[in-house]
C-alpha cells in the first residue's frame, strides 16, 4: 500500500469526497462517544435513584418508594429502549455500516491509505520547511 498521495491518480474532487468522509466518520464516531457518555451518565443516574428507594423506604414513604420502583426504575430512556440497547443498535446499524462503506470507497479510490488531504499537507509543510533550511 503506498502512503504517499500524490502516488494516487485522484481528482480534487475524489480527493475532497475522501476528506469529507474521513471527518465526517470522525465525527460519527465523536457521536458514538457522547452516546456511551450518555449510556454511562444515565446509569449513574438510575444506580443513584435506586439508592433513593431504599433511603425512602427506611424513612417510611413506600408509596414514594413503589412508584420509582415501578414506573421509573424499569423504564427505558427513549421509547422504552434502555441506553445499551441505544448503544447497540447504533454501533451495528449504523456505525458498522458506514464505516465500512468509507473503507470501500477509500480502498477503491486511494488504494486504502486514509488521511490524504492530511498526509499531503505534511508533505508539503514539511518541503516548505526543507526549502527555507537551504
Do not use: C, N
Not at 89 to 107: C, G, I, K, N
Amino acid at each position: 500500500m503506498t502512503t504517499d498521495p500524490d502516488d494516487l491518480e485522484l481528482t480534487d474532487a475524489e480527493r475532497d469526497a475522501l476528506h469529507d468522509m474521513q471527518l465526517g466518520l470522525e465525527y460519527v464516531y465523536r457521536a458514538y462517544g457522547s452516546l456511551l457518555e450518555f449510556h454511562h451518565q444515565l446509569g449513574h443516574a438510575m444506580d443513584r435513584m435506586s439508592d433513593a428507594e431504599e433511603h425512602l423506604r427506611e424513612a417510611g414513604h413506600d408509596e414514594w418508594a413503589d412508584e420509582l420502583r415501578d414506573d421509573h426504575l424499569p423504564s427505558g430512556a427513549i421509547s422504552d429502549q434502555w441506553t445499551f440497547e441505544l448503544v447497540e443498535e447504533f454501533s451495528t446499524e449504523f456505525l458498522e455500516q458506514v464505516d465500512a462503506f468509507e473503507t470501500d470507497v477509500r480502498d477503491e479510490l486511494a488504494d486504502g491509505v486514509d488521511h490524504v488531504t492530511e498526509r499531503r499537507q505534511k508533505r508539503h509543510l514539511r518541503e516548505r520547511s526543507d526549502d527555507v533550511d537551504d
